[in-house]
Structures are given as structure tokens and as C-alpha cells.
């Protein structure tokens, strides 16, 4: 089956700086990609779309100058938090769509935690 | 764009008992996918329905989608320890297909 890895799955930084997160898909190439957000006991919000060699499109109120997303090729998107700060501290979930008519496969989520 | 309310936001049960969490929307859904997510972990693709009145089963989960296609509901028969999680009804939508996902309801099974 499709698998999506997603690296790494816990990171502790200092409050303003930089943290990357590697989206992978292992078996398929995905020329979409999605990041999403999850707050302790809330569900999942969406925070952009990663498009193959263009750029993300990001939703309402999601700061792109702040989460920067690169899909360079198609096997991997990446997501960096720049100059993170304590209410940033979240998990981070990548999900990769294999085609139209296949479900999305999501990676293990990377919990960010900045001090 | 669309939403959906999802109901209730915590279920205790005792295991053995059966377990029910509903998905409704104002306005007609084309689709509605189920998630669960284990403690910790990511969701979990389980069903994706489509067809007005379709009701899909896998082992003891019962899902249904309403004639209107405007809720949807997933039942759980003799709930499991291992049935423990939150479970997801989510939209798929846009031309990327992007997933808009409910509130969750987060099922505890008390042995």
C-alpha cells in the first residue's frame, strides 16, 4: 500500500528558530501534497496545499512567509516553521494524494514543541 | 466552504456496548470520507461513501450516508479496547481534493 513517511516524527527547539519537516512518499509520486495542523484535543486544520513545482497554496489566516513550503520534486514536500514560537507547538501532519481516486495517506505527524 | 458538525465530541463506553458518531452539513456533500486516529498517532483512512443511502460495513463498523446526502454516521457494534480513538468524518472537495475534517469524536472503551 501507499506509505508516506514523514521526518522528524518529535522536534524541541528554542523559541525563534528554524525547524524543517520532511514530507516523503515512498512508493507513488505525489504531485499533491497537504500540511495540516492539529492543536491538542482539536482536530485537524488544513494549512496548505503543495503543489509539484509551484507554489503552495495556503488557507485563510496561515502565514506564508512564516511556514515555508517546497514540493521540489515529487516525492517531497517540505515545510519549514521560521523563527518558531511557543504557540506554534503543535503536531504536524503531511498527507500525500496518490491520484483523484485514491484516498489520501497520511505521514505519523511531527510534534513540535519550541520552548 | 462546506462544513460539517460532528456529534458528540467525547463517547465513554463500556466495552461490549455499541457506539454511534454522526456527521451532519447544511448543505449536500458529494462525498464523505471516515478517519480514525489512534492516541498519538495519525488518521487512518477507513471508508469513503458517496451514493445517496449507501451504508458500507467493515466487520463490526456500520457506515451510512443519508438519502439527502447531507449527514452520514458511523456505528460501532460491541465496542473493542482496541476501537479506542477519534474518529473523523471528513469532506473531500476542490479540484486538489483537499480534506476538510469534522470536529472528531473521541470514543473511550472502559474495559
Known amino acids: 500500500g501507499a506509505v508516506v513517511s514523514q521526518h522528524p516524527s518529535w522536534v524541541i527547539c528554542k523559541s525563534g528558530t528554524s525547524v524543517k519537516i520532511e514530507c516523503r512518499s515512498l512508493d507513488f509520486q505525489a504531485t499533491t501534497m497537504f500540511w495540516y495542523r492539529q492543536f491538542p484535543k482539536q482536530s485537524l486544520m488544513l494549512m496548505a496545499t503543495s503543489n509539484e513545482g509551484s507554489k503552495a497554496t495556503y488557507e485563510q489566516g496561515v502565514e506564508k512567509d512564516k511556514f515555508l513550503i517546497n514540493h521540489a520534486s515529487l516525492t517531497l514536500s517540505t515545510l519549514t516553521v521560521t523563527s518558531a514560537h511557543p504557540e506554534d507547538s503543535s503536531f504536524y501532519i503531511c498527507?500525500?494524494?496518490?491520484?483523484?481516486?485514491?484516498?489520501?495517506?497520511f505521514g505519523n505527524g511531527t510534534r513540535l514543541t519550541v520552548t | 466552504g462546506q462544513q460539517v458538525m460532528q456529534i458528540p465530541q467525547y463517547q465513554h463506553v463500556q466495552e461490549g456496548e455499541d457506539f454511534t458518531t454522526y456527521c451532519n452539513s447544511s448543505t449536500t456533500l458529494s462525498n464523505i470520507q471516515w478517519y480514525k486516529q489512534r492516541p498519538g498517532g495519525h488518521p487512518v483512512f477507513l471508508i469513503q461513501?458517496?451514493?445517496?443511502?449507501e451504508v458500507k460495513k467493515q466487520k463490526r463498523l456500520t457506515f451510512q450516508f443519508g438519502e439527502a446526502k447531507k449527514n452520514s454516521s458511523l456505528h460501532i457494534t460491541a465496542t473493542q479496547t482496541t476501537d479506542v480513538g477519534t474518529y473523523f468524518c471528513a469532506l473531500s472537495s476542490g479540484s486538489a481534493r483537499q480534506l476538510t475534517f469534522g470536529s472528531g469524536t473521541q470514543l473511550t472503551v472502559l474495559p
Open positions: 498527507s500525500a494524494l496518490r491520484n483523484h481516486n485514491s484516498p489520501l495517506h
Open positions: 461513501l458517496v451514493k445517496s443511502g
